[in-house]
T-cell receptor
Framework: DAGITQSPRHKVTETGTPVTLRCHQTENHRYMYWYRQDPGHGLRLIHYSYGVKDTDKGEVSDGYSVSRSKTEDFLLTLESATSSQTSVYFC?????????????FGDGTRLSIL | TQLLEQSPQFLSIQEGENLTVYCNSSSVFSSLQWYRQEPGEGPVLLVTVVTGGEVKKLKRLTFQFGDARKDSSLHITAAQPGDTGLYLCAGEGNTGFQKLVFGTGTRLLVSP
């Protein structure tokens, strides 16, 4: 299994509070991704990174920011959490951007915003 | 925006039955992947299809990419309880970068 660790695995917080989710990889892969998974929507890309300090927006980036100061860590921040951001968040990594390079996923963080 | 619709959304069958899951879009994809996800875990890649009309087999699972690269199907022969899970298709657009668009998912339950 790819070495991907997401933390925390579960979090409950209140509306308006800041939240940071961490994704840590031991594979030295260049590409890292944050997705959210909601019923009826599948997985949707929030932000992705193609190298240290190189990030870009995905399909549903509003209300989220990311940072990547080291190859192994990709942080997702909700500056002021809202109930609509209650979801399961997955981090993924890939060695390159080619179609023949699969994305490997972490086990997710279940985030509830009350 | 590229969208992928999967059907059916839910499927409950008995062990030994055959089934087909469909993944359809009005957009063309440069490649399409199928994942299986189990509760509490992330999706795991099963296969990638790249060429229109391509057929790939993985034991009892057969994957096909449509000729026009807009649709795909997953056929399972003689389903087993271990096949239970959420099946997701994911298409890669023509951006030259692996920004996957995921389908809505098919939840399969195979009962003994």
């Amino acid at each position: 299994d790819a070495g991907i660790t997401q933390s925390p695995r579960h979090k409950v917080t209140e509306t308006g509070t800041p939240v940071t989710l961490r994704c840590h990889q031991t594979e030295n892969h260049r590409y890292m991704y944050w997705y959210r998974q909601d019923p009826g929507h599948g997985l949707r890309l929030i932000h992705y990174s193609y190298g240290v300090k190189d990030t870009d927006k995905g399909e549903v980036s509003d209300g989220y920011s990311v940072s990547r100061s080291k190859t192994e860590d990709f942080l997702l921040t909700l500056e002021s959490a809202t109930s609509s951001q209650t979801s399961v968040y997955f981090c993924a990594i890939s060695e390159s951007s080619g179609f023949d390079q699969p994305q490997h996923f972490g086990d997710g963080t279940r985030l509830s915003i009350l | 925006t590229q969208l992928l619709e999967q059907s059916p959304q839910f499927l409950s069958i008995q062990e030994g039955e055959n089934l087909t899951v469909y993944c359809n879009s009005s957009s063309v994809f440069s490649s399409l992947q199928w994942y299986r996800q189990e509760p509490g875990e992330g999706p795991v890649l099963l296969v990638t299809v790249v060429t229109g009309g391509e057929v790939k087999k993985l034991k009892r699972l057969t994957f096909q990419f449509g000729d026009a690269r807009k649709d795909s199907s997953l056929h399972i022969t003689a389903a087993q309880p271990g096949d239970t899970g959420l099946y997701l298709c994911a298409g890669e657009g023509n951006t030259g970068f692996q920004k996957l668009v995921f389908g809505t998912g098919t939840r399969l339950l195979v009962s003994p």
